[in-house]
């Protein structure tokens, strides 16, 4: 089961929630994830560890 995350954005430059859902990566995503979700699982948790390294996002995890 995956939870999903929230990411709390420090800093004022990023993309806005609404630039974010109409990434192509994002439309990607979404596409695999529903056939395949545990491949998402894994890069959703690899963007969110990234994320949180570059210390750019708060990470709160949601189950």
């Given at each position: 089961?995956?939870?999903?995350?929230?990411?709390?954005?420090i800093t004022t430059n990023l993309l806005t929630l609404q630039q974010f859902i109409k990434s192509?990566?994002?439309i990607l995503?979404?596409?695999?994830w529903k056939t395949k979700p545990?491949?998402?699982?894994?890069v959703w948790s690899f963007l969110a560890e990234m994320m949180r390294k570059s210390g750019r996002?708060?990470?709160t995890a949601i189950s």
């Amino acid at each position: 089961m995956w939870g999903a995350i929230a990411l709390t954005p420090i800093t004022t430059n990023l993309l806005t929630l609404q630039q974010f859902i109409k990434s192509p990566w994002t439309i990607l995503l979404i596409k695999i994830w529903k056939t395949k979700p545990h491949l998402v699982d894994g890069v959703w948790s690899f963007l969110a560890e990234m994320m949180r390294k570059s210390g750019r996002f708060h990470q709160t995890a949601i189950s």
